[in-house]
Structure formats: C-alpha cells, structure tokens
C-alpha cells in the first residue's frame, strides 16, 4: 500500500507552526503550559457563560482575540530579549508568568461561575505571580488580563 502526502498542506503546517516556535522564542515547557491555560480559561469562560445563558459568539470571538494578543506579548518580549542579546529569556519569561497568572485567576473565577469549588491558596498563588510581575515591569491594572 502506498502512502500519498500532500506536499503542499505539509509545507504549510511545518512553515506556520515553525515559524510560530521561532517566534515565541521556542516551544518549551513554559509555553505549552500558557496555551493550555489560554485553552482551559476558554473552555470554562464559554462553559460559564452557557451556564447563565450569556453565550455570544461576540464575547467569544473577543476572547480568542485577547488570547492572540497575548501570544503577541509574549513575541514581543522575546523580541525584546534577542535585541538586548540575553541568552536567558528573561523578558519572555516573565511575561508568560504574569500570563499565566491571569490566566490562572480567570480560570478560577470560571470555576466559581459554574459553582466548582477552587482551593483558595490556589487563587492566591496565581494572584501573587500578577503582582509580583507587576512589581517587576509596570503594566496596566491587575484585571486587565481576565476574560
């Protein structure tokens, strides 16, 4: 039996996601953990919002859009760090921190939308990580990340 690839969608999807890795600085550990926290806070916002009947694909299609701009800041910091010439990623990291923190608090306040109880010291972590970037690198106010 003979396997037949398309070539073309294959150069596509290899170009994009590479193209994608390269600019996000890498795909590690760190960055797999953002998106499937961008993911998971998605899920549950729209799970939420069905919930107590508020769906719109409107406020959806915002969020996807606030994700983008996420993945935005996070190739603008690596950017931020090949121009300096740090070989430790320090801008792109903390930048996915403070991401993930707000991230994390979305996630928890979706959980209590749809009435799932969520460890306390958990909303205080994710909320500690904000701040403590926040002390780092001033940015916009503390829920400026929420969806």
Avoid at 45 to 54: C, D, H, I, L, Q
Avoid at 59 to 71: D, H, N, P, S, V
Avoid at 131 to 143: A, F, I, P, S
């Amino acid at each position: 039996m003979k396997y037949q690839t398309n070539t073309f969608y294959t150069t596509i999807t290899g170009g994009s996601i590479a193209s994608i890795a390269f600019l996000l600085g890498g795909i590690d550990n760190l960055v797999i953990a953002l998106v499937l926290f961008m993911i998971v806070d998605f899920s549950t916002g729209v799970a939420a919002g069905w919930g107590e009947n508020k769906t719109s694909s409107k406020r959806a299609f915002q969020g996807l859009i606030k994700k983008g701009a996420m993945l935005s800041l996070v190739i603008v910091a690596n950017q931020l760090d090949v121009i300096t010439g740090g070989d430790a990623s320090f801008m792109r990291n903390a930048m996915i921190f403070f991401l993930l923190g707000t991230e994390g608090i979305s996630i928890t306040e979706n959980m209590n939308r749809l009435g799932v109880k969520f460890p306390s010291f958990l909303t205080q972590r994710f909320e500690q990580m904000v701040n403590k970037t926040d002390e780092k690198g001033e940015t916009n106010d503390k829920n400026s990340g929420h969806s």
